[in-house]
């Protein structure tokens, strides 16, 4: 709630009311904070304070905008919120997409996500929106953000039960899911089910378009015995080697296969199912 309201407070100072790309640098260097791109080894940016200046450094050679964006928005969260617990932060690429972990990252990554993607703007476009990939990657492109975070924000604010799962040579990196009650169930280093697209295309590489699958390729533990349909889009990117899938989950109105043979095992015995 901090992190949202700082950013949605920038939000509303600088006028941001029509989709489109947060312009992080300009309010950085209104708020006295320098954004240079620089050397870095280890770590995706870098944040140092001396009073009320500072200097965001971010790693030169960043292929996508939108990942050098996030981590300027990432830092500039650090910057609104943590001058108490350092002057200075040092933070990587996979502190740049923890939503579970250290409190000040977490916060960190909610701010620059909220300030590159303010909600009021970004729900409206999104929460009945078709929820496949190209919706994803048509946000990312309206707010100049990576296809990555565009998507954690679509999987949070779609009114489709869906999830986003990023995998790198064939092991879950990470996962948001909106909704827990699938039987969706991520760890990181987790193989690929060899019935997902997602496992296909790690071999092969390419992008699918949405397609139905069989519910066994993600779905481990069905708590709520749901029939459910799975559906399926994964994109191949040759230069990380990973895979990002969106899984869109509906009730099925078919019968499950053990319901099938249930109502079969009855009716031969005379019972009504
Ligand atoms: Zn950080």
Redesign the pocket.
Known sequence: MRAEGAAWRLTQDYCLDAPGPTPVEDIAMDRGVLCLEANLTGCL?RLVRKGNRGIIRTKAGIREDGRRRFAIG??L??WFLHEKESQV?V?TAE??RDYKGSP??VE?NIFASELLMPTFLFRPLAADATPCLQTVSGLANTFNTSLTATGMKFVELSRHECALVLSTNGKVEWAKQNGNRSGLRFEKGMLLHEGSLARYLTERGGKSGPSVVEPDAWITENWYERRLEVTEESWHFDEYDSVVTLLVLTDSDEPREEDMIEHYECKSRGLRT
């Open positions: 940016a990432h830092e969260g650090h932060f933070c502190q740049m000040t990252e960190a």
